[in-house]
């Protein structure tokens, strides 16, 4: 039987696990020998971590080293490349979770939008983060994000090939956002949609920068100079945005929800697998009011 513990395997390869750790930064500051050497360390980890499986020393009931496992698997594959691999680790991590507490439920969803960004699934990397939003909307980074890849759902093509997205019913909602996968026969029409989806963009952007805002007075130094840098992107990618100035001013004004509000479709979510329909109703439907002016 194979005993080795899983936290001495993460700690002899120093691997650092937890999903609020900012490891795309990390990895591409890194110099080329470190990234080299990071590379067969997590090439080293998932061969252990797959012996470790197999050895069924892990107990049943053991939830937080379960999902721990399964999340290093993950995005080691991920970062590696093998992205069939790291989808169905993801994916079923998911689901696994979705009987968990909501932490649990937000960290599985944290790992699997990181997952689809690589695999660039962006309708399913959309999907996900907004059931983060749904679930824990006081989040800037996710907020952040989502923008980003709705934006990258804008402009660039689904994978093709062997890594196919989730498919839910929700991809048929009239009210789904973005809209992208029915493109409309009519001009007028398809205008308004491009110009609803850049207003949604922009309200994300723009939440993420107003929660970053909201803690500069209290922060550290450290979380002072991350936030200041992450407003200052936001900012540009505010700007570059092919929207009228007069409607950014709108958007930028305007306060998305309540907290009864969140609470609401955080219930309505645990009943309701139609995530898109549930975000655009919760935080976009106000935007066609702008839309149409």
């Not at 691999?85 to 994916?91: G, Y």
């Not at 709705?150 to 929700?170: A, I, R």
Request: glycine share 2%; with cysteine; proline share 4%.
């Amino acid at each position: 039987m194979y005993t080795k513990p899983v936290s001495s395997i993460i700690r002899a390869h120093g691997l650092n696990y937890h999903i609020y750790a900012d490891d795309m930064q990390i990895y591409n500051s890194a110099a080329p020998s470190e990234i080299s050497s990071l590379v067969m360390s997590m090439q080293w980890f998932v061969k252990e971590i797959g012996v470790w499986m197999l050895s069924s020393v892990l107990p049943e009931n053991n939830v937080a080293v379960s999902q721990d496992i399964k999340e290093s698997l993950a995005r080691c594959y991920a970062f590696l490349g093998n992205h069939i691999e790291a989808l169905k680790v993801s994916r079923d991590l998911v689901k696994e979770m979705s009987v968990e507490d909501e932490a649990r439920q937000r960290q599985s969803l944290m790992v699997h939008a990181f997952v689809c960004e690589k695999a660039c699934l962006w309708n399913e990397c959309v999907k996900t983060l907004q059931r983060l939003c749904l679930l824990q909307p006081n989040f800037p980074q996710t907020w952040y994000h989502l923008g980003e890849a709705m934006l990258k759902l804008t402009l660039v093509p689904e994978t093709s090939g062997d890594l196919k997205p989730m498919t839910d019913d929700s991809q048929t909602d009239p009210h789904n956002s973005p809209k992208t996968t029915s493109p409309s026969d009519n001009s007028k029409d398809k205008d308004e949609n491009k110009k609803m989806q850049l207003l949604i963009i922009m309200m994300c952007y723009n939440q993420a920068k107003v929660f970053l805002e909201s803690v500069l007075r209290n922060a550290s130094d450290i979380i002072k100079v991350r936030n200041q840098r992450l407003i200052a992107e936001i900012s540009v990618k505010i700007k570059d945005l092919p929207l009228p100035e007069e409607l950014k001013q709108k958007v930028s004004n305007s306060k998305v929800g309540t907290t009864e509000d969140y609470a609401e479709h955080q219930t309505k979510l645990l009943e309701n697998e139609d995530t898109s329909h549930l975000f655009y109703q919760r935080f976009c439907k106000w935007l066609q009011t702008i839309c149409t002016q």
